[in-house]
């Protein structure tokens, strides 16, 4: 697997994502930017979709976890802030995820870049369960 690469394409999408969410809906541009959201999402998905799923299939049978695994972009953090901690209760970043480790417990796995890896979110805390080597 070509880290740099990988990477690159997770940089993209989620600068893309951050252009997006700056525009209001009534912006011209922002069909088009969305549009380019969705062609950089399904690249990324055609190139390391299976991978990342191989990835996601390890990742939840760590956490003992029967949770459907989804399209490795479902994971996808909002911004490269690298920040994913749920800040005054806004749109929590990632997956919803049960564990059998962690019964009653909310927690989320969210694909980051600059490393690429996975997160898992609690409340106050966040883990990481793999990182691209």
């Known amino acids: 697997m070509n880290v740099t690469a990988l990477n690159s394409s997770l940089v993209a999408i989620l600068e893309k994502k951050q252009e997006l969410n700056a525009l209001d809906y009534n912006d ?7 549009e380019e959201l969705h062609d950089l999402e399904d ?8 991978y990342l799923e191989e990835v ?14 989804l399209l ?3 994971y996808l953090a909002s911004s490269l802030n690298g920040s994913v901690l749920d800040e005054d ?3 929590r970043e990632g997956v919803w995820v049960e564990s059998e ?3 009653g417990v909310e927690m989320r796995l969210v694909l ?7 997160l898992l979110v609690l409340a106050d805390q966040e883990r990481v369960l793999w990182s691209a080597e």
Do not use: C, M, W
Not at 58 to 66: F, I
Not at 112 to 118: F, Q, S, Y
């Open 89 to 91: 209760d806004e749109e």
């Open 43 to 50: 690249d990324f998905n055609e190139e390391y979709g299976d």
């Open 28 to 34: 011209a541009r922002y069909d088009d930017i969305e």
């Open 101 to 103: 480790q962690f019964p």
């Open 56 to 69: 996601l299939e390890e990742v939840h049978g760590k956490l003992k976890s029967d949770a459907d695994i």
């Open 112 to 118: 980051v870049a600059n490393p690429p890896r996975i």
């Open 72 to 74: 490795p972009t479902a």
